[in-house]
């Protein structure tokens, strides 16, 4: 039996704003991990945590040379973990790349990701989805705004908001090549979505989100009340961010590409149950049913 | 006659760069306006000049008061000088501000205004085309990379690089809804584009540019050599460029929308002849063939 939705969402005639009162975006102590209590404090309060340079120079290099490779990777042609751009067929983003790549499922491993996770969330922690994500130059699609726990929650049946995301830059952000925007403290608020989950909404949604998709009147509430705070860095900086944050980013028609990775981490106290407002739950690269413990 | 033709575009199977030899981006010296000589010097050289309060608190009021009329104006329903974006139907630009509305004609003969037009070109001015632009929230579309000047020669027969546009902020520019991106001393270098002009091509090009786009591979070395420069600041703010600046914008998922009012001066002695690329002019309010001094 699934627990109590204390998020019910895609499932009332109109948009309603639900308070997070239940989950804190914090779970551990400074004790737990790397993170100090004025970290864990501005996590807390603004739902995010920036790190200036999180890989070496060497560590990124070879981080980017993997990058590359899964980008190009014949073996992968035809793969349904690979989505395209609509219109120029670029790859705009590889899942499950902890599994697919060596390389990655042990850099996730050290203290400063896994550890981090682990402080943040209080509990041993999986992986929920891994990706990489590429927007290209000339044109890269935008991301619309949306919380991401709004589509885990209702399409893989992630209870609470006990779940913790790492953007880690390969590219440099610039503010003009659609870097990543959040609305600071948005992550207090769950916006329920109006509109029933199709069956197999993320053939296209990771294309074009359609279900799930925050109401205007409810992102000009958020966007009034937060402001909106955009993310750049070197490659090899990176943002931690809250499942609830409400984020997106524009498109980019500058030749510069922006590439990042993308790992999300849950509680292993927050594993899924049935979906909460969809038929069947959603691949496993994309919401991981495998919830063994990250050593 | 038409004369010499120094900047040929659209006529060539591949893409050129033409290097500007003949025409400076400053004709005027510091005794024939308000900018000084640094100001001019950084305008020849970067080819834009920025403003960061062009208007005063009451000014920039009215001004905004006369734009929010202007786009829901009903007796401008239909007109040809409003267009649209596509699939939303919001207004994008209005056109011919300066014949419209006897605010916005009053307001760019101050000296603030076409006083540092006529610094800048070194000679009486006359408007060559003015407009608003309206990019609004969610989803406002993108301006890709282009030079005005490009345009202004192949399809309205401006003859040489002799002109200025004055961007000035209607609403706040942030970095993250779309505001004007250009990259600095571009506009030494002009892009010959391929492909010939279909007739009646402001038609569909004012809503989404398709002949007289500069290559990708002209824009990633104008982009390596020179980087771009966004511009962002408040309501009131503004920039002059040179009409040869390769310049854009992304687009707009924010809730915020942007507005800029947009005035193009050339010199009387830079007066248009027929097109270098195009069976027949533009209509008057793209390309104005009524250069009676600005006075």
Same mark, same amino acid.
């Given at each position: 039996m699934s627990p109590t939705d204390l998020y019910p969402t895609?499932? #009332? !005639? !109109? /948009?309603?704003?639900?308070?997070?009162?239940e989950d804190p975006a914090v779970w551990g102590r400074p004790a737990d991990g790397p993170l100090?209590? @004025?970290? *864990? +404090? %501005?996590?807390? @309060? +603004?739902? #995010?945590t920036t790190v200036d340079q999180l890989l070496s120079p060497a560590e990124l290099a070879a981080a980017q040379n993997e990058v590359a490779q899964l980008l190009h990777d014949p073996a992968l042609a035809g793969d349904e973990r690979v989505v395209r751009e609509r219109t120029t067929d670029e790859v705009r983003s590889v899942f499950d790349v902890h599994r697919i790549s060596p390389f990655f =499922? =042990?850099?996730?491993? +050290?203290?400063?990701? =896994?550890?981090v996770a682990r402080q943040i969330l209080g509990s041993d922690v999986y992986v929920h989805q891994s990706r990489i994500n590429y927007k290209p130059g000339f044109g890269g699609a935008p #991301?619309?705004?949306? $919380?991401?726990f709004e589509t885990w929650h209702a399409e893989d049946g992630m209870p609470r908001m006990r779940a913790v995301s790492l953007s880690l830059a390969m590219t440099e952000n610039y503010h003009f090549n659609g870097s990543l925007m959040i609305m600071p403290g948005s992550h207090r608020t769950f916006v329920s979505c109006v509109g029933e989950t199709p069956a197999d909404n993320h053939r296209? $949604? *990771?294309v074009r989100q359609e279900a799930g998709t925050p109401d205007h009147a409810s992102l000009r509430l *958020? @966007? +009034?009340?937060? %402001?909106i705070r955009q993310f750049t860095g070197n490659a090899g900086s990176a943002v931690w961010f809250d499942s609830n944050c409400m984020h997106g980013s524009n498109g980019n028609i500058t030749p510069f590409p922006r590439s990042n990775l993308f790992i999300v981490f849950n509680s292993v106290e927050? @594993? *899924?149950?049935d979906p909460f407002a =969809?038929?069947? /739950?959603? /691949? !496993?690269?994309l919401g991981s049913r495998d919830w063994h413990v990250l050593n």
């Open positions: 895609r499932r #009332f !005639e !109109e /948009p309603r704003l639900i308070y997070r009162t100090s209590q @004025a970290h *864990l +404090d %501005g996590h807390q @309060a +603004d739902g #995010f =499922a =042990a850099m996730i491993r +050290d203290d400063r990701i =896994a550890g #991301f619309e705004w949306h $919380s991401d296209s $949604s *990771l *958020l @966007a +009034d009340k937060h %402001g927050n @594993a *899924l149950t =969809a038929e069947k /739950p959603r /691949p !496993e690269y």
